[in-house]
């Protein structure tokens, strides 16, 4: 077992992870252990959120259901970290004296590395849904990083907020507008 950081992967659960039923694959927190790291990544196509925890991990992924995390965490008493096995389609968290056990998601979590903004400087301006940069502040507020979130925009592409120490990132990607239509109209559809 490998010591993950439960209170991450649940705010991500809660507030970021995909909830629709046809992309289910997005309903949960995907998981990528290195040696010395593990990724926890979380999106729903609007938002993404990419967290680094450093630790002793093997070289293997898989996707934690986010019903498994939310629970584990309320059960718990607000435990911060759990320990976490991942064997084909089981998933384990033993969160102090309690075992939760799941299926993990059985799919191929999108290549979440393509998405993530690249540094440059455009003149366009985008749009973003104010519900969605609620979510991420809600996030970075519940895994305490309220205060030390720095956004940057790049023209029309998603944009990026970086957390201070370095070990959070997210990208939200902007409203589309449709025919023309300018920022303000009603007629406004999202990724």
Same mark, same amino acid.
């Given at each position: 077992?490998?010591?993950?950081?439960?209170?991450?992967?649940?705010?991500?659960?809660?507030?970021?992870?995909?909830?629709?039923?046809?992309?289910?694959?997005?309903?949960?927190?995907?998981?990528?252990?290195?040696?010395?790291?593990?990724l926890?990544?979380?999106?729903?196509?609007?938002? $993404?959120?990419? !967290?680094?925890? %450093?630790?002793?991990?093997?070289? @293997?992924?898989?996707?934690?259901?986010? +019903?498994?995390?939310? /629970?584990?965490?309320k059960?718990?008493?607000?435990?911060?970290?759990?320990?976490?096995?991942?064997?084909?389609?089981?998933?384990?968290?033993?969160?102090?004296?309690?075992?939760?056990?799941?299926?993990?998601?059985?799919?191929?979590?999108?290549?979440?590395?393509?998405?993530?903004?690249?540094?440059?400087?455009?003149?366009? $301006?985008?749009? !973003?849904?104010? %519900?969605?940069?609620?979510?991420? @502040?809600?996030?970075?507020?519940?895994? +305490?990083?309220?205060? /030390?979130?720095?956004?940057?925009?790049?023209?029309?592409?998603?944009?990026?907020?970086?957390?201070?120490?370095?070990?959070?990132?997210?990208?939200?990607?902007?409203?589309?507008?449709?025919?023309?239509?300018?920022?303000?109209?009603?007629?406004?559809?999202?990724?």
């Amino acid at each position: 077992m490998t010591t993950h950081n439960l209170k991450v992967m649940s705010a991500m659960a809660k507030h970021i992870a995909g909830k629709d039923k046809m992309r289910y694959y997005l309903n949960g927190v995907f998981v990528e252990e290195h040696g010395d790291h593990a990724l926890y990544v979380a999106t729903d196509g609007a938002i $993404i959120i990419v !967290y680094k925890q %450093e630790g002793k991990y093997e070289n @293997k992924s898989y996707i934690v259901p986010s +019903g498994l995390l939310v /629970n584990s965490q309320k059960a718990s008493l607000k435990e911060e970290l759990c320990e976490m096995t991942g064997t084909g389609r089981k998933i384990s968290l033993k969160v102090g004296y309690l075992m939760f056990e799941g299926p993990t998601i059985d799919a191929s979590y999108p290549d979440w590395r393509r998405v993530l903004p690249e540094p440059g400087y455009e003149q366009e $301006i985008a749009d !973003y849904n104010p %519900e969605v940069l609620m979510r991420v @502040k809600k996030f970075m507020k519940d895994v +305490g990083y309220a205060h /030390n979130v720095h956004p940057a925009q790049n023209g029309g592409n998603a944009a990026l907020l970086c957390v201070e120490d370095g070990v959070c990132v997210a990208a939200v990607m902007p409203m589309r507008i449709i025919n023309g239509a300018r920022a303000d109209s009603l007629t406004r559809k999202f990724w």
